[in-house]
């Protein structure tokens, strides 16, 4: 059986010749008779309601099996009836080519179902490039594959929420690749346009975080320092993913200001170790563990707030990390002055001698 037979494929056989194939010679010869007949003249619906040897014009009904049924449903049918059964007419598997139907409307059911996976792999593709060209748009600092997982994620900013709407009314309006080349001609992935609004929201975005920690040290709204140091980090990943999956298609232009961004958010962090509420009488938060709630390097060198993501985000970009050789020195040796003369905020000498030897191995890396 060809895998390209249709549903009815098998159909063609199953004809009175074959049913006479197999029926004894007597019901043969009726059969014979019988399709010579006038069959085609529908029966009165008021003999139904009479007794079941009477029927209209004196003749008996036709007993179940016999000639006059057989040839009633050999007739073939017409060529508009075939063409609107071909997908809701399946054989039996009682009939003589129960086997070859059965091959068949395998045939036709994987073909099916190939046919629906590849509609919705080419659905899928197109959502993609439709969250991926929306990516840039997005100002909490989110990578396009987290931007992609944030439609329904409370406490996004304003604009990534209207990105996430803009997505949504381009879902049904590309339909087809016809629509997608479009956009494509419009936002170039990754183009110039593209990367550059990428890296100008990432620096934008940690721009926000700490005018956020500015403002919640003055007792107004914003984030804490154990909320600063998550979102930075949260930062750093977003960034090492852009790294690893488009910094190939990327300008150099692009490369180096988000590598830029990476280290001057550590040097943000690294600098910032005072008491930023001294005049404002802020109680400990159950929960928070060890972190120091007060100053923002202390809790950034806590165990719970994950240093240790850090270094490795650094270390993942080191080929690309060159033109800021001089600045990550300069973030080591302030590490180094603070295990030498001690911190304020309760870090341990020890794993402050362990960051900036992590910082002095990757240096060398970068050479």
């Not at 010679?25 to 008779?33: D, E, I, L, N, Y």
């Not at 003999?47 to 009904?61: H, I, L, N």
């Not at 179940?64 to 049924?69: E, H, K, M, T």
């Not at 709204?221 to 980090?233: E, S, Y």
Request: hydrophobic letters at 35%; one cysteine or more.
């Amino acid at each position: 059986m060809s895998r390209h037979s249709t549903p009815t494929s098998g159909l063609g056989r199953l004809t009175l010749r074959d049913r006479e194939a197999n029926m004894p010679v007597t019901t043969r010869a009726k059969s014979g008779q019988v399709k010579k007949a006038d069959v085609s003249r529908p029966v009165s619906s008021t003999s139904s309601k009479r007794p079941s040897g009477m029927q209209s014009g004196r003749q008996r009904a036709p007993q179940a099996g016999s000639s006059r049924a057989v040839a009633s449903s050999s007739r073939a049918p017409s060529s508009r009836q075939q063409a609107s059964r071909q997908t809701a007419e399946v054989p039996s598997g009682d009939d003589s080519s129960g086997d070859d139907s059965d091959s068949s409307d395998a045939d036709v059911e994987e073909a099916g179902e190939t046919a629906e996976q590849a509609a919705i792999a080419q659905g899928n593709r197109r959502r993609a490039i439709i969250w991926l060209a929306l990516a840039p748009s997005n100002d909490d600092g989110l990578s396009p594959q987290a931007f992609a997982r944030s439609m329904d994620q409370a406490g996004l900013m304003p604009n990534t929420q209207m990105a996430h709407r803009v997505v949504r009314a381009l879902f049904k309006l590309v339909r087809n690749d016809e629509d997608l080349a479009i956009l494509q001609a419009c936002i170039p992935v990754p183009g110039p346009i593209w990367s550059q609004q990428l890296a100008s929201n990432m620096y934008r975005r940690f721009q926000a975080i700490a005018q956020g920690l500015e403002q919640n040290a003055l007792g107004g709204a914003g984030q804490d320092v154990v909320r600063t140091i998550d979102a930075l980090r949260s930062m750093f990943q977003n960034i090492d993913d852009i790294r690893s999956r488009y910094f190939a298609g990327l300008d150099v232009a692009t490369r180096d200001r988000l590598m830029t961004t990476l280290v001057t958010i550590m040097g943000y962090i690294v600098n910032n170790n005072v008491d930023l509420y001294t005049n404002v009488n802020r109680p400990a938060f159950a929960g928070e563990g060890s972190r120091n709630e007060r100053r923002l390097f202390s809790c950034f060198m806590s165990p719970e707030s994950g240093p240790q993501q850090f270094t490795t985000v650094l270390r993942n970009c080191r080929d690309h990390l060159t033109h800021e050789l001089v600045r990550i020195r300069a973030i080591r040796t302030r590490i180094q002055e603070y295990a030498a003369n001690g911190i304020e905020g309760g870090v341990p000498p020890a794993d402050l001698e362990l960051m900036a030897n992590h910082l002095g191995a990757i240096l060398q890396l970068i050479g």
